[in-house]
Structures are given as structure tokens and as C-alpha cells.
């Protein structure tokens, strides 16, 4: 007994540093790292160039990172970036760049909307005020938009337990002159959304009734 339970102490010893220091095949230490990714080329490059289109050089970016994790290596990295699940990132050649959620100063033109409605999902309080005036980037570049109902739910429960869902008449507010932009196959963006082309998703869910 005491040498199985031996067995899998080391087990669960080698499983632990492979997952955490050696190719970040846990998916907890993909996340980490991912967020830090989106953080530096959102966010804060320090002392990292990022062109005005948003690309910083692969090698650049793998120096910074190493700071933290000294074991990441660049094939790691690059593969994170290719399978992230929200499609945050692009690369092109030894280059890379967040899509979307800027706070830094940079200028990314996507193609417009292929869809006449999009979603965005908040608080209660914030629903007041965007329909009173406008919907707003705040502390980012661009306002983001959902494809889908439930990617909209997904991100208003970020902020809240009961999300309020707002339908946007992407298609009206393109052809009145609002340019709203594809940037992933989830998520669109625009620099700013009329109130006119905003109303209250009406759905059900868990009970309640936005």
C-alpha cells in the first residue's frame, strides 16, 4: 500500500511540473498565460515596440513573458496564441497582435459587419445610461459586440448574476455611416454606438426576465 501510494505521489509530483514549467499543457496554465499575452499587447508593452497596427515582434513579446515564465519557450507561445479559443490574437510571420481590446493608441480596420444584429450584454446600470446617450468604449479603443445571444449573457455575467442583453441594428447603423467591424468570428467592434440603433433584448433565463 505504501508503495503505491509512493507511486502516485510521484505521479502527481512529475504531472504537476510538466503541466506548470515544462509546455503548458494544462489548460490553467494556458489561460495564465494568455491573459499576460492580451494584457502586454493590449494593454501595457513596457518597454516592447508595437507598431500603429498593433504588431509587436513574436521574440519581443517571448522576452517579456520569460520575465514570469523563463521556461516558455517560442513554438509554446506561438501555439497559444493559434488556439486561443476567443481569437484574440494574429500572427503574421515572426509578428503578433491582440485583435481587439486596446487601451494603448493603435489603429486596426477590420472588415464591416456581415450581420444586421449583434448583442451586447451589461449591467442594469449601465443599460440606463446607453440608452440614454450612447454605447461607449470607455476605458478601450473600440465597444465590443457579440454574434450571439449567449456569448452576449457570457460576458454580461462578468459584471452581473442577471445581465441585461442589448440588441444593436448593426445593419441601420452601418448604413447611416456607424462603421461596425468583424474582428473575430465572436466578437465585433465599433468606436461607438447611437442610442437610436439600441433597444432591450427581451429573453428568459434561470427564472428571470431582463
Known sequence: MLRVLCFLLMVLVYF????????????????????????ILRHNPMEMRIGRDGYAKVDDLLSLMQKKYPWLDKSTLEEIAQKDKKGRFELKGNMIRARYGHSID???????????ILYHGTTEHSAKGILKEELKPMK???????????????????????????????????????????????????????????????FKIEGFRN
Open 106 to 116: 493603435v489603429s486596426i480596420d477590420f472588415s464591416t459587419t456581415d450581420l444586421d
Open 16 to 39: 504537476l511540473y510538466y503541466c506548470n514549467y515544462d509546455k503548458v499543457l494544462c489548460m490553467k496554465g494556458r489561460v495564465k498565460i494568455s491573459k499576460l499575452m492580451s494584457y
Open 140 to 202: 478601450r479603443r473600440k465597444v465590443h459586440l457579440s454574434k450571439t445571444i449567449e456569448d452576449a449573457i457570457e460576458v454580461g455575467r462578468r459584471k452581473t448574476k442577471k445581465p441585461i442583453i442589448l440588441q444593436i441594428d448593426a445593419g441601420k447603423a452601418l448604413r447611416e455611416g456607424i462603421r461596425v467591424e468583424k474582428a473575430t468570428d465572436k466578437i465585433y467592434v465599433s468606436e461607438h454606438i447611437p442610442e437610436k440603433f439600441i433597444s432591450v433584448y427581451e
